[in-house]
């Protein structure tokens, strides 16, 4: 470990008392406990098919085999492991992926600094993340822009501030104005500052990934994340069945170190994978498989995440698209296998292919949304911010989907038929002929009976003319600007806020600055 990393961890004072301490008497702004549903999952695939597609995808790997590039250390494990390996192509006999991914968990916790935000990440919950990647933001003011630092920590700060969400994602933009090389450390300092959220580790090359778990021992204390999980990462895969060696290394780092990783294949559809969604859901499969079972053989027992990126094409143009029919069908149906497989699922997000915060973009995000909810989705990255297929975090946006994930909480919480859900009292007070507005059941109900949004206008016309008739967009310019406005970052003990300072500053000064 670094001294920097030692010096954090001395200043923690008793294994993190003192941030204990601080935490406790800092500022801390409302959140939604991660949603735990109580409505059932859809299921579109029968047993039939279900067994039709898992016998294929083994067949894909026992005979077309994946590829794990420039990696000799994951092909001599592969071969120790049982499989055959010819060259960088792996061929991994039936069921043997499938008895390595035994060994995953189907459920864990990731702490946040703040234990209060704490997420479960499996079975019946569902936990929120913001977007992650865009090279562009864009905003109502100032237009589509490369994105900035100070982009990527107003974003963090309006994760944090923002009720539903449950976690401060990661690459929330890509900051072009700071160095490859040297970004991720200025990304993980604003999540670790900034919020006191659960957050993601970098994983654009396998020291970048080091980084992250040093300056995670900084922020918890060596000990407790050897112990826990603190963090998760995004480990896609470079579909169709191939597994090159920057992901696969940040993997590693991340497996060996007891966190989390989310294995997901990367598939737009007609061009990535088969445009059928059968024929989908047999490649997402196999790659899962494959990708879980390499992470078990660096350390059985690591947490990892089935995950399903999927998107169609448009025939005509080549671009992808969101919010379709398809997308739901491959979306439904690997939740159903995942659960069959015994992890973890991540799918779903705020997915439109709109150039701004429009119409179009609301109708494909809502079904984007809805979509996993019922798919039994347990870790949604992109939930908020997504524009332009991913290329843009819009500010409006972000907070206009925030405000929308809150109708998840409320359907995820399905119908009480207890006494107080069932009404009779009300229906007996006001018989016939009358109204509810006064009756005893609607005062003891009111605040608490429907999701009221924070954004969206119910105002009479009238109102709404004379404030300047407002549309959407403006609404969520004027509520981001007030967010920021109103923030203020949570308590840090300032013997790790150094630490980590120093740590990052001795890392910028190790190397020059790369922007390739």
Known sequence: MSDVATAGRRARGGGGGAARR??????????????????????????????????????????????????????????????????????????????????????????????????????????????????????????????????????????????????????????????????????????????????MGSVTEPVRAADSVEMAKILFGSDFVDQNTVMTSLINI??????????????????????????????????????????????VLAEVLAGVAYSQLIRPGAPVIFGAFVTSIDMNSGAPTFGTPEAAHITYGAGQLARRLGLPYRSGGSFCGSKLPDAQAAYETSNSLNMALLAGVNFMLHACGWLEGGLVSSYEKFVMDADQLGTLHHLAKGVSVDENGQGMDAIREVGPGGHYLGCAHTQANFKTAFWRSDLLDYKP?????????????????????????????????????????????????AEPDAFI
């Open 238 to 283: 470079n579909s169709p069945l191939t597994f090159d060696s920057v992901m696969m290394g940040a993997l590693e780092v991340y497996a060996k170190a007891g966190q989390a990783a989310i294995i997901s294949p990367f598939i737009v559809g007609g061009a990535m994978a088969p445009v059928t969604v059968a024929g989908t859901l047999t490649q």
């Open 461 to 509: 016309f009238e109102t709404w003319d004379e404030e300047g008739a407002r549309d959407t967009e403006q609404l969520a310019s004027e509520r981001v600007k007030k967010l920021l406005g109103d923030y203020q970052a949570p308590a840090l003990d300032e013997g790790i806020r150094e630490a980590l300072d120093a740590y990052v500053a001795q890392k910028k000064a």
């Open 22 to 199: 601080a935490e406790r008497t800092g500022i801390s702004f409302d959140t939604a406990r991660f949603i735990e549903r109580n409505i059932p999952n859809f299921e579109i695939l029968n047993e039939e098919a279900l067994q039709i597609i898992e016998w294929n995808a083994e067949t894909v790997l026992e005979e077309i085999g994946v590829n794990f590039l420039e990696n000799p250390g994951a092909l001599a494990l592969w071969k120790a492991a049982g499989a055959d390996v010819r060259g960088e192509r792996v061929h991994i006999p039936r069921g043997l992926a499938r008895k390595l991914c035994a060994t995953a968990p189907s459920s864990f916790t990731q702490h946040a600094r703040n234990p209060e935000r704490n997420v479960e990440i499996g079975g019946k919950s569902l936990v929120l993340a913001p977007v992650y990647g865009p090279p562009f933001v864009r905003d109502r003011e100032g237009g589509r822009r490369y994105a900035t630092i100070e982009d990527f920590r107003n974003f963090v700060k309006l994760g944090y501030m923002s009720k539903w969400l449950h976690h401060s994602g990661g690459t929330v933009c890509e900051p072009t104005d700071v160095a490859v090389n040297k970004r991720h450390l200025d990304m993980l300092h604003a999540h670790m500052t900034l919020s006191d959220k659960p957050f």
